[in-house]
């Protein structure tokens, strides 16, 4: 198997802290962080190694401006791909997303500028989005004459709904601001996206990894189940979590009173 330090990274960057936070950096910016084949693989290969590399939680991070222009249009254009060429390229991407969604370890996108068609795709399969005031969402694929080939008619329209995902491809509706948090297309605005998801990762880190496995698989895992079968995994899942060794000691912490506990935010 692979290891971290093994992967031969061009397009993307990955180093991890002494407490375990990693930080994968989309690193394209003067194409705009816009997803080549190789850039696929790239995550592929970095998603099959992370949730076996003892890493506690990912931070999405972009170079430049911009998080993510999505497919790269000038490699799609001069590849001139065959429908059969391009299936197999849409199978990579949902290999690397779905590596990332269901791998078990939480990944938090900072997003900031364009964050549109694929580079959309790619941060909804992030567990958590932090967006700033330049972070913008939109789905251009139909003005480029294309269709969402990343995974967004399941997790866009899981975020947003049939008809705001419809209505951003018909006509290239943009997304920003509250309005974009509202929608549940990012889950916090804040001055510094990138600050807000290192303090995000350092909190989901301080979890036990079992319980951050079963939150960042289990979940998307269940959403695809009838209830009946989700009802089912889920007291299967919480079996193995609730009885784990790592919690034992904050059950007796809370039952001794000294754990922490759940307050409303200071207003
Ligand atoms: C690119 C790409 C790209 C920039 N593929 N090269 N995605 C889109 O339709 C979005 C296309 N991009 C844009 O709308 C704009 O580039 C941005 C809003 C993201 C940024 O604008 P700006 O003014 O900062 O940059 P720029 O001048 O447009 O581009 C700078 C360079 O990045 C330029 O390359 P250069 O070699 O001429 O300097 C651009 O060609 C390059 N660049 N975006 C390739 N996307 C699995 S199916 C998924 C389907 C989709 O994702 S469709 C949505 C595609």
Redesign the pocket.
């Known amino acids: 198997m692979k290891h971290l330090d093994d992967l031969d990274l061009e397009h993307t960057k990955l180093s991890v802290d002494g407490d375990g936070i990693a930080t994968l950096t989309l690193d394209r910016a003067?194409?705009?962080n816009?997803?080549?084949a190789a850039t696929i693989d790239e995550l592929i290969d970095i998603f099959t190694v992370v949730p076996r590399a003892g890493v506690r939680a990912v931070v999405l991070r972009a170079e430049g401006?911009?998080f993510c222009?999505?497919?790269?249009?000038?490699?799609?254009h001069s590849e001139d791909r065959r429908p059969e060429d391009f299936m197999h390229?849409?199978l990579r991407?949902h290999e690397a997303f779905n590596k990332m969604e269901y791998g078990g370890v939480p990944v938090i996108a900072a997003l900031k500028?364009?964050v549109?068609?694929?580079?959309l795709?790619l941060a909804s399969s992030a567990h958590i989005r932090v967006a700033d005031a330049s972070t913008y969402f939109a789905?251009?694929?139909g003005?480029?004459g294309?269709?969402?080939?990343?995974g967004?008619t399941i997790r866009v329209a899981d975020l947003v709904g049939k008809a705001r995902m419809i209505d951003m491809m018909l006509t290239g509706r943009v997304y920003q601001g509250d309005e974009a948090i509202s929608l549940g297309l990012a889950q916090y605005l804040v001055e510094d996206s990138e600050a807000k998801a290192y303090d995000l990762a350092r909190a989901a880190a301080s979890n036990p990894p079992l319980s951050n496995f079963a939150i960042c698989s289990a979940i998307s895992h269940m959403q695809n189940m009838s209830a009946m079968d989700a009802a089912y995994a889920e007291s299967v899942v919480a079996g193995i979590v609730n009885t784990q060794p790592a919690s034992r000691g904050r059950l007796a912490a809370f039952a001794d009173k000294s754990a922490a506990r759940v307050r409303p935010n200071e207003r």
């Open positions: 003067a194409k705009r816009a997803l080549n401006t911009h222009a999505g497919l790269d249009l000038v490699e799609h390229v849409c991407w500028g364009a549109v068609g694929g580079g795709e789905l251009p694929e003005q480029r294309l269709f969402t080939g990343g967004a």
